[in-house]
């Protein structure tokens, strides 16, 4: 039973393209996360949503549009994919009022190659 | 603004030994958490352990502890008896209370040598 999955786990793309990744998670949490992981593993916020609701938007592209159709689904849509886009996206969940301070469970990553 | 460092950019263990890993924060929140999470080489983040600003003992997870030490703001992984499957790339973050995301520093590469 994965916790939090994403579709696809790669994507090669060519520039200029528009690309989607899914995240789903069956944990019950009610926040999900994007994070991206650039080639020298550093890690960061991308975009948070509770509820349906966006909560963080850290300073990314407007390239970059995440959607929430439901608690349980968090989508990130990419338009005119650039070289610097070429990373690995994590997708998250926690349920902040849990004991354990809200740990966030990732998703196994999508590997965006952009040629 | 927070911020974790890790000032350990790789650390080699020889199989059975403990190893620590480094990590200290910034914050002027006075709630936060602290987690430590691993990454092996097929890329996947695993969550290992996590310590609270107000909790008074230090947490313990199996053969992960976290030397939580707060007036020094410093929130170490240690690992007990290393296995050859604990190499990965092992990373520190933050949360505080007001703001969800996690905050990660840039990381520490353990090897575990036989």
């Known amino acids: 039973d994965t916790a939090v999955s994403q579709t696809p786990k790669y994507l090669v793309t060519q520039m200029g393209n528009d690309k989607s990744i899914k995240c789903e998670q069956n944990?019950?949490?009610?926040?999900m996360y994007w994070y991206k992981q650039d080639s020298k593993k550093f890690l960061k916020i991308m975009f948070s949503?509770?509820?349906?609701?966006?909560?963080i938007n850290e300073t990314v592209p407007n390239r970059f549009s995440p959607k929430s159709p439901d608690k349980a689904h968090l989508n990130l849509h990419i338009n005119s994919l650039e070289l610097g886009d070429s990373a690995v996206y994590f997708c998250?969940?926690?349920?902040?009022?849990?004991?354990?301070?809200?740990?966030?469970?990732f998703g196994p990553g999508t590997r965006l190659t952009v040629l | 603004a927070q911020k974790i460092t890790q000032t350990q950019p790789g650390m080699f263990v020889q199989e059975k030994e403990a190893v620590t890993l480094d990590c200290t924060y910034d914050?002027?929140?006075?709630?936060?958490?602290l987690f430590w999470y691993k990454q092996p080489s097929s890329g996947e983040m695993i969550f290992l352990i996590y310590?609270?600003?107000?909790?008074?003992q230090n947490a313990t997870e199996g053969r992960y502890s976290l030397n939580f030490q707060k007036a020094r703001k410093s929130a170490n992984l240690v690992i007990s008896a290393s296995q050859l499957g604990d190499s990965a790339m092992y990373f520190c973050?933050?949360?505080?209370?007001?703001?969800?995301?996690?905050?990660f520093g840039s990381g520490t590469r353990l090897q575990v040598q036989p």
């Open positions: 998250a969940s926690s349920h902040p009022g849990l004991a354990g301070g809200g740990t966030q469970y």
């Open positions: 944990l019950g949490h009610d926040t």
């Open positions: 949503y509770n509820n349906k609701e966006l909560i």
């Open positions: 914050t002027s929140d006075p709630s936060y958490g």
């Open positions: 310590q609270g600003s107000y909790d008074q």
């Open positions: 973050a933050m949360r505080d209370t007001g703001r969800r995301a996690l905050t």
